[in-house]
């Protein structure tokens, strides 16, 4: 089975900072999809930024970027020039590639509160 | 605008009452998802439809059930709520099971259970 884990409860930074959430997993596939989904409050879960496991180069959306190191089952968050809206809980999550394995197991997430 | 609508945003039932769930979807995908997340937790997987065929995580209770009358809509009734049910319920949507393809989620309904 897999198991992701978020080892930072919660995390604050200043405006315009930059950040980074942790996230491991564990598992025995050798192709999967790793997420970061950004759910802010009350309001609905997005996604972030996807990265496939068989593609070494880390993924960038804008201002968030992504650290994958796959030998150390490592996937962390880089938040670039943080911004108020920022502020939201953030999940990470993965799925294995192919196979009947549809099912997205997330982490417990990590509380990212943006201070003016 | 929309994509992934859920109806209500807030539910309050009783212990015992049965309750149903609403989920529409705007971007004609093949499957529908539910997840329970309860407060400080990650959301988790009850069931999900690809088109017409269910499909139940083998760790969803008996009182949760699910139907989907066509592309557009799905439901969650809830037969005999307790208290360990409330929950936020969100409901997600992709264009087929993969990894490759995005889930959009709708905003979630919160159940109250008194």
């Known amino acids: 089975a897999q198991t992701v884990t978020q080892s930072q409860p919660e995390m604050s930074v200043q405006e315009a900072e930059t950040v980074t959430l942790s996230c491991t997993y564990d598992?025995?596939?050798?192709?999967?999809?790793l997420f970061w989904y950004k759910q802010p409050p009350s309001r609905q879960m997005i996604l972030v930024i996807r990265q496939e496991a068989y593609k070494q180069q880390n993924a960038t959306e804008n201002r968030f970027s992504v650290n994958f190191q796959k030998a150390a089952k490592s996937f962390s968050l880089k938040i670039s020039d943080s911004q108020l809206g920022d502020t939201a809980m953030y999940f990470c999550?993965?799925?294995?590639?192919?196979?009947?394995?549809?099912?997205?197991?997330f982490g417990k997430g990590t509380l990212l509160t943006v201070n003016p | 605008d929309a994509m992934v609508i859920q109806n209500p945003r807030y539910q309050v039932t009783q212990f015992g009452k049965p309750v149903t769930l609403s989920c529409s979807q705007t971007?004609?995908?093949?499957?529908m998802y539910w997840y329970q997340q309860k407060s400080s937790q990650a959301p988790k997987l009850l069931f999900h439809?690809?088109?017409?065929?269910?499909?139940n995580e083998a760790d969803t209770p008996d009182n949760f059930q699910s139907r989907r009358p066509n592309t557009s809509f799905c439901f969650l009734d809830i037969r005999s709520p307790g208290l360990g049910d409330a929950a936020m319920y969100l409901c997600?949507?992709?264009?087929?099971?993969?990894?490759?393809?995005?889930?959009?989620f709708g905003p979630g309904t919160r159940l109250t259970v008194t």
């Open positions: 439809y690809y088109d017409k065929d269910f499909n």
């Open positions: 971007l004609n995908h093949n499957v």
């Open positions: 997600a949507t992709s264009r087929d099971l993969s990894g490759a393809y995005e889930q959009y």
């Open positions: 999550a993965f799925m294995t590639s192919g196979g009947s394995n549809y099912k997205l197991t």
């Open positions: 598992t025995s596939e050798n192709n999967y999809y």
